[in-house]
Nanobody
Framework: QVQLVESGGGLVQPGGSLRLSCAASGSIFVINTMGWYRQAPGKQRELVAQ???????SNLDSVKGRFTISRDNAKNTVYLQMNSLKPEDTAVYYC???????????????WGQGTQVTVSS
């Protein structure tokens, strides 16, 4: 019913930048929450930043001042601008959205397929 498509990952040197995009499509009535998680090898998935009711929050002190989340409501798209990347930012980055779907009660959570970000010299 709802699909999330991510793009923008890749290999970058320490200190470099990447911009991730996540576009939501399908039977969307309202996007309640939309944002980015990441999962490094051997570690739990963690929330990086998200929009909830139009307000952005960043959950990780380690990325504050370096990562910025933004959105384009007309395109149902969120972005994650990542600057001054460090090797410890290496992870699979996942987009997640909590969506009210047309014709159905309640809210449903959807995940993107993930995009690999590797920071290495």
């Amino acid at each position: 019913q709802v699909q999330l498509v991510e793009s923008g990952g890749g290999l970058v040197q320490p200190g470099g930048s990447l911009r991730l995009s996540c576009a939501a499509s399908g039977s969307i009535f309202v996007i309640n929450t939309m944002g980015w998680y990441r999962q490094a090898p051997g570690k739990q998935r963690e929330l990086v930043a998200q929009f909830t009711s139009g307000v952005s929050t960043s959950n990780l002190d380690s990325v504050k001042g370096r990562f910025t989340i933004s959105r384009d409501n007309a395109k149902n798209t969120v972005y994650l601008q990542m600057n001054s990347l460090k090797p410890e930012d290496t992870a699979v980055y996942y987009c997640k959205a909590d969506v009210s779907v047309r014709g159905l009660p309640g809210t449903f959570g959807y995940w993107g397929q993930g995009t690999q970000v590797t920071v290495s010299s």
